[in-house]
């Protein structure tokens, strides 16, 4: 029998999420810190991760993004804007690296966007949905129900800040908080369940037995 999540009405009435504050949400600009950026990040080993595009409203049209690609510490987050051409080598690096586990959730199709944006395949990725998938849950879980679940917390996603420009120059703090928590809550997720390296699932290599992420 399948697990079900928590549903909207019981995730309302739990306390809130505890994100990141804008202080503990660095967006690099220079060579010099994006270097420092990914060298705090590779030395994480495990990180949030997801992507943020520009929205299409018209039927047919086909998003540019991802504009802003995010990475999650326990105690930080980096906002990289794709526009920044500085930090392309550091962020092709990261998203090519088997070392650097980068979890999520929903990022089969981050993978395409990210190979037509940046013309790279990235590795060491673990989609939390086939996480939760292999333990019962519908195969869909999301963020929301997935922090509800797991952390006992609600977390809050603006749908209004969801489908702002994500390709401006400069993001508002809003876009900001949004973005790094998106990844930030990924990673408390994965913390809490508390899964050996060598079970999670990453994506494009031979899958585990079931078994492994069962409690």
Do not use: C
């Not at 504009?67 to 920044?84: E, G, I, S």
């Not at 939390?128 to 869909?140: A, C, D, I, P």
């Not at 900001?176 to 930030?184: E, G, P, R, S, V």
Request: cysteine-free; charged content about 20%.
């Amino acid at each position: 029998m399948k697990k079900v999540a928590p549903t909207k009405d019981e995730i309302a009435l739990l306390a809130p999420f505890a994100g990141l504050t804008l202080e503990r949400i660095h967006v690099p600009a220079s060579g010099p810190e994006f270097a420092a950026a990914a060298a705090a990040i590779k030395a994480a080993g495990i990180v949030g991760f997801d992507t943020e595009s520009r929205p299409t409203f018209v039927t047919g049209d086909v998003s540019e993004g991802p504009h802003v690609v995010q990475f999650a510490l326990h105690d930080k987050a980096y906002l990289f804007q794709v526009h920044r051409s500085d930090g392309h080598p550091f962020l092709v690096e990261l998203l090519q690296s088997e070392q650097l586990i980068k979890v999520g959730f929903g990022l089969k199709s981050d993978s395409s966007h990210i190979y037509a944006k940046l013309g790279v395949r990235f590795s060491g990725v673990v989609d939390l949905n086939t996480v939760f998938s292999m333990q019962g849950y519908r195969k869909e879980m999301g963020a929301r129900a997935a922090v509800g679940l797991v952390l006992n917390r609600r977390f809050a996603k603006s749908k209004k800040i969801t489908t702002t420009n994500w390709s401006q120059q400069e993001l508002t703090p809003q876009q900001m908080l949004y973005a790094a928590n998106d990844a930030y809550a990924a990673l408390k997720v994965l913390e809490a369940l508390a899964l050996p390296r060598n079970a999670l699932p990453i994506m494009g290599q031979p899958a585990i037995h079931k078994a492994d992420l069962l409690e």
